[in-house]
């Protein structure tokens, strides 16, 4: 199987706090993990590519201040969403890919749903 | 970068029939065609890909075709079911990075 856990499933933060939220692979290493965010009723957005041991690559307009990407095992990538504001409530999904020789396919995390008071 | 198109944003059947959603992309580079369907508030799942190299693929009541001269892939559902109902992505791929459509949300009346 490729199993993709996501932590929390859900959170409620005030305004100027941070938020991390954890990815992990639990049955596969992952050499790629992709975080996106998803509006309701809308598309899942790329917001950065993360791989093990370096820095992420963010997409156009992503801030890679705001939104901290750590990829420091394979099988394990956060997110951190720093001095968040109401704007940034959002559905943050994470992904985690074999790599193209294990095939490309992502497998998906649950996501976690971010409110921002 | 890649941009995908995704038509119709959203679709009614009757229970039986069949349904055809289209995506075209731009990048010819892409190499890797998924399809995922997303029930409301849970994560996307994958039903069926394609690869540059095959035109179409079939699994059951779902079928892939791929287009790479016009840059187009469509999935096709047949016998409808209500539990169907979802919203499908499509997504073009290249180097393991996904691109994805904006998504039709599919109804399967009964």
């Known amino acids: 199987g490729a199993v993709v856990s996501q932590h929390p499933s859900w959170v409620i933060c005030k305004s100027g706090t941070s938020v991390k939220i954890e990815c992990r692979s639990l049955d596969f290493q992952a050499t790629t993990m992709f975080w996106y965010r998803q509006f309701p009723k809308q598309s899942l957005m790329l917001m950065a590519t993360s791989n093990e041991g370096s820095k992420a690559t963010y997409e156009q307009g992503v801030e890679k201040d705001k939104f901290l990407i750590n990829h420091a095992s394979l099988t394990l990538s956060t997110l951190t969403v720093t001095s968040a504001h109401p704007e940034d409530s959002s559905f943050y999904i994470c992904s985690a890919s074999k790599g193209l020789a294990g095939g490309a396919e992502q497998f998906f995390g649950p996501g976690t749903r971010l409110t921002v008071l | 970068g890649e941009n995908v198109e995704q038509h119709p944003s959203t679709l009614s059947v009757q229970e039986g029939d069949s349904a055809v959603i289209k995506c075209t992309y731009s990048?010819?580079?892409?190499?890797?065609f998924p399809w995922y369907k997303q029930e409301l508030g849970k994560r996307p799942q994958l039903i069926i890909d394609?690869?540059?190299?095959?035109g179409e693929k079939k699994d059951q009541r779902i079928a892939v075709t791929l287009n790479k001269t016009a840059k187009h892939f469509s999935l096709h559902i047949t016998e409808t079911q209500p539990e169907d109902s979802a919203v499908y992505f499509c997504?073009?791929?290249?180097?393991?990075?996904?691109?994805f459509g904006d998504g039709t949300t599919l109804t399967v009346k009964p």
């Open positions: 990048d010819s580079a892409s190499n890797y």
């Open positions: 997504a073009a791929s290249r180097e393991g990075k996904s691109t």
């Open positions: 394609i690869r540059s190299n095959v």
